[in-house]
């Protein structure tokens, strides 16, 4: 999660700085696409977030003009703060259900998205990776100092929300984030960041007991005729 030098008073001149610094093309199209389906609304964010001057905008436009319960998948390294906050905000204030599946990844900016869902749900090999609001400040003393208390005060927020949804101390997670901390689908649901872990449908066979059991019974087969 990236922020840009003080305070933002034009969030795209501040968004445009933090793309060129990140080395991030500019993109026509937001991160996240959206898929009616019956009752439910399904939400999708699988890119960097920010990358769209009108993402957080279309996002919470979205949101709003949404009836019924909203799945929302997540496979994204993060991106621009202030957008992802907006995003956030606009799903737990949401008079809708939301169900957030990690299909992948949720790093950064998009692992405090996460904490939106009503219920949480990773996938079997989904990561989730959280770490200090991160910028570059230009300015004298003063103004960097002025910006790097607004980083950490950033980062309190943040950890805030990890504790609203865990239950755990919000100390806690600001000392996981300072170190930078990533949690894999057993460790994310015994922090409490996910509810569970999606198990899928994949027919992975007999285990190797049974396929020994199968070998034996075929061997004892083939004497018996």
């Keep these: 999660m990236n922020l840009m030098q003080k305070m933002p008073t034009n969030l795209n001149d501040v968004r445009s700085a933090?793309?060129?610094?990140?080395?991030?093309?500019v993109h026509?199209?937001?991160?996240?696409?959206?898929?009616?389906?019956?009752?439910?609304?399904?939400?999708?964010?699988?890119?960097v977030i920010g990358l769209f001057d009108g993402e957080a905008e279309a996002f919470v436009k979205e949101v709003a003009s949404t009836d019924g319960p909203i799945n929302l998948h997540i496979n994204s390294p993060g991106g621009f703060v202030w957008d992802a906050l907006a995003m956030y905000d606009a799903l737990v204030t949401s008079s809708n259900k939301v169900?957030?599946?990690?299909?992948?990844?949720?790093?950064?900016?998009?692992?405090?998205i996460a904490m939106a869902g009503d219920t949480r749900q990773i996938s079997e090999a989904g990561r989730v990776m959280i770490h200090d609001a991160q910028g570059i400040a230009i300015g004298n003393p003063a103004d960097i100092r002025e910006y790097a208390d607004l980083v950490v005060s950033l980062s309190d927020d943040i950890?805030?929300?990890?504790?609203?949804?865990?239950?755990?101390?919000?100390k806690a997670w600001r000392s996981a984030m300072n170190k930078t901390t990533w949690y894999n689908a057993g460790q994310a649901v015994d922090s409490k960041l996910v509810d569970?872990?999606?198990?899928?449908?994949?027919?992975?066979?007999?285990?190797?007991?049974?396929?020994?059991?199968?070998?034996?019974?075929?061997?004892?087969?083939?004497?018996?005729?």
């Design 18 to 25: 933090w793309r060129i610094a990140n080395n991030y093309p």
């Design 28 to 47: 026509t199209a937001a991160a996240f696409n959206v898929a009616k389906k019956n009752t439910e609304t399904d939400f999708y964010i699988f890119d």
């Design 99 to 112: 169900h957030v599946k990690i299909n992948g990844i949720a790093a950064s900016a998009a692992s405090f």
């Design 159 to 170: 950890a805030g929300i990890y504790e609203t949804r865990t239950g755990t101390a919000a």
């Design 196 to 225: 569970s872990v999606a198990k899928n449908n994949v027919d992975k066979g007999p285990d190797n007991r049974t396929k020994l059991i199968q070998a034996r019974m075929k061997v004892l087969t083939r004497e018996g005729k």
